[in-house]
């Protein structure tokens, strides 16, 4: 099962109510997207920024699944989706790279 990090921001073009009774029943139910999200899993933590119009949310699960869940958000948040990679899997895996690239020049050089 894959981590995500997720950049989000209000989107400043989206509509978005005029009236603040309408305004505050939109971000109640934004709000209980997310913690449905929390609720099942699949968001662990979830966080605003200090401008108040963006923040971060880490969830976990398949690639599908974070497609799913920032869509619910359209077209009032924008999300930069990001898989993490674990620290011990990625340095293994540049570790290996590097060796391979090592090798490839060395064949490379000697022709």
């Given at each position: 099962?894959?981590?995500?990090?997720?950049?989000?921001?209000?989107?400043?073009?989206?509509?978005?109510?005029?009236?603040?009774?309408?305004?505050?029943?939109?971000?109640?139910?934004?709000?209980?997207?997310?913690?449905?999200?929390?609720?099942s899993g699949e968001v662990e933590e979830f966080g605003?920024?200090?401008?108040?119009?963006?923040?971060?949310?880490?969830?976990?699960?398949?690639?599908?699944?974070?497609?799913?869940?920032?869509?619910?958000?359209?077209?009032f948040i924008h999300s930069e989706v990001h898989e993490i990679i674990p620290y011990k899997e990625g340095k293994?895996?540049?570790?290996?790279?590097?060796?391979?690239?090592?090798?490839?020049?060395?064949?490379?050089?000697?022709?």
């Amino acid at each position: 099962m894959a981590r995500f990090l997720v950049l989000w921001r209000q989107n400043p073009v989206a509509p978005r109510p005029t009236d603040p009774s309408e305004y505050l029943k939109m971000n109640e139910m934004m709000f209980a997207g997310v913690e449905n999200l929390m609720k099942s899993g699949e968001v662990e933590e979830f966080g605003f920024f200090a401008d108040g119009r963006s923040g971060y949310a880490i969830g976990k699960g398949e690639t599908l699944d974070a497609f799913r869940n920032v869509s619910m958000f359209l077209p009032f948040i924008h999300s930069e989706v990001h898989e993490i990679i674990p620290y011990k899997e990625g340095k293994e895996t540049s570790i290996a790279l590097m060796k391979t690239m090592i090798e490839l020049t060395k064949k490379l050089t000697k022709k």
